[in-house]
DNA sequence: CTGGTGATTGAACAGACGTTCAACTAAGCT
DNA sequence: AGCTTAGTTGAACGTCTGTTCAATCACCAG
C-alpha cells in the first residue's frame, strides 16, 4: 500500500497568501495583539514558520495585507446589500441595517480592528490601507445621503460633513457595543442612527449656523 | 566638598505610583502596544525594573491604574468646564467645546486608549475598569441632555438612548480624527455635535418610532 | 524516467520580554 | 551612634519574539 499522500502540499502563492490571511484573521480575533506572532499564525494555519516569510516579505506585510482584505471583504458585502434596494430610503435602511448584522456587530472584529488601528501611527503601509478604505467609506455614505435629500427634497447644507458625523456614529456605537455587548442592543444602536436619519430630515444639516 | 546627595532617593508610595504611571503614559503615546514593557517604562522613569514590581504585583496592574488614572482626569477636566457655564444650553456646549479641545484632541492620547481597548477582552480588570468610567460618562451626558429639554420644553424619548448616540457620534468622531487629522478639523466636529443637537431640538428622538 | 524550479521546512540566532530575589541603602526611630 | 524598616537595585532565569538559510521535497517540463 503506497498512497502517495505528500505530507507537504505545495500551493499556488495567492491561495497560500489567502490561507495565511485567513489564519492571521483568526489568531487576531482569538489573541488581539498576541496573535501577531508568526509561530502562533504559522500554528493556526497548519504550516512552518519560514513559510510565513517566503510569502511575506515580513510580519509587518503580512499584517498589512491582512487588513486591506478585510476591509474590502466588508465593504463588498455592505455593497451588495445596498444594492438589493430599491428608494434611496429603502437603500440607506439597508446600508444601516448591514451595518449592525452579526457579521459586523462581532466583537472579535473589534479586536482584530483595534490592533491595526494600534499600527496606524507606526506603519506607514497600514496608514495608507486605512485612509484609503475611510476615504471610500465616506464616498458611499456621501451618495446615500445625497440620493435621500433629493428623492425626499430637504436640504443637507455640507454632505460631506454630515457623511462624517453618520459615519462617527456607526464607529461609536460599534466601538461600544463590541466592547460591553451589555449596555444596548444592536437594535438600539439600529434604532438611534435612524433617528439621526430623522433629524437630517428635520433640517438639522439645512443650513451653515447651528441656531 | 561632600555634598551628601543620594543616589537613588526614596518617596513615598503614592508619589512613586503616580511617577510611574505619568511614565507609562509617556511610553504609550510615544511606542503604542510597545510601548508596555518594564524595561522601557523603567528606563523613561529613570528607575530600575524591579521597582515596577514592587510598587505594582505586575505589569497589568500598573496598565489598569494607568487606564483608571487617565480616564478619572479626563472627565474631572471636562466636569471642571461644565461647571462654569450656566443654563443647560450653555453647559451642554461647554461639554462639546472641551470635548474638542487640545488635550482630547491628540492623536497620541488615542494610541494610549487603542492598546487599552486592546486589553478589555482579555484582562477582567481593564474590563471592569472601562465599564465604570463609562457608565459615569454615560450619566453626565444624560443630565445635560435632561437638563436642555426641561429648560427649552422639548421631549426626549429615551434619554438613555440619545446619550449613547451623542457619546458615539464624540468617540467616533475623536477617534477618527486623531487616525487622520487631515480628513476634517476640531472645529468641524464641533459643529457636527451641534448639528445633533439641533436634530434632537427638533424631534429627533422625540417619539418610539422614527418615521 | 530525469532534471530543475521553487514552495516548504525547522534548527539556529540574537534580542526582548516579565518575573524573581538576594543584596544594598536611604530615611526615621530610639 | 546604632537599629530597623522598607524603598530600591540589577543580575539571573526561562520563555517568547522575528528573521535567516541550508536542506528537503512536491510538482512539472523535457
Not at 503506497?2 to 505530507?7: C, G, R, V, Y
Not at 435621500?148 to 462624517?164: K, M, N, Q
Not at 449596555?183 to 443650513?207: E, P, Q, V
Amino acid at each position: 500500500m503506497t498512497t502517495d499522500a505528500p505530507k507537504n502540499r505545495r500551493a499556488e502563492p495567492e491561495d497560500r497568501r489567502e490561507m495565511l490571511v485567513a489564519a492571521t484573521l483568526r489568531c487576531l480575533g482569538r489573541d488581539g495583539h498576541a496573535g501577531i506572532s508568526v509561530r502562533r499564525i504559522a500554528t493556526e494555519a497548519g504550516v512552518s514558520v519560514g513559510l510565513l516569510n517566503h510569502h511575506f516579505g515580513s510580519i509587518e506585510a503580512l499584517i498589512a495585507d491582512t487588513y486591506q482584505r478585510l476591509a474590502s471583504e466588508l465593504t463588498t458585502a455592505l455593497l451588495q446589500e445596498i444594492e438589493q434596494a430599491q428608494t434611496p430610503a429603502q437603500k440607506i435602511d439597508a446600508f444601516l441595517e448591514g451595518s449592525f448584522s452579526p457579521r459586523v456587530m462581532d466583537p472579535k472584529l473589534l479586536g482584530v480592528w483595534v490592533v491595526f488601528w494600534s499600527l496606524i501611527r507606526h506603519s506607514e503601509h497600514v496608514s495608507q490601507s486605512h485612509e484609503k478604505s475611510y476615504r471610500a467609506y465616506l464616498d458611499l455614505i456621501r451618495q446615500l445621503l445625497d440620493g435621500l435629500a433629493a428623492s425626499e427634497g430637504f436640504v443637507i447644507h455640507d454632505t460631506r460633513l454630515a457623511a462624517i458625523g453618520l459615519s462617527a456614529m456607526l464607529d461609536g456605537l460599534w466601538l461600544e457595543w463590541c466592547l460591553n455587548p451589555e449596555t444596548f442592543s444592536a437594535a438600539n444602536g439600529l434604532h438611534i442612527c435612524r433617528c439621526w436619519i430623522k433629524g437630517l430630515r428635520h433640517g438639522a444639516f439645512s443650513t451653515d449656523d447651528v441656531l
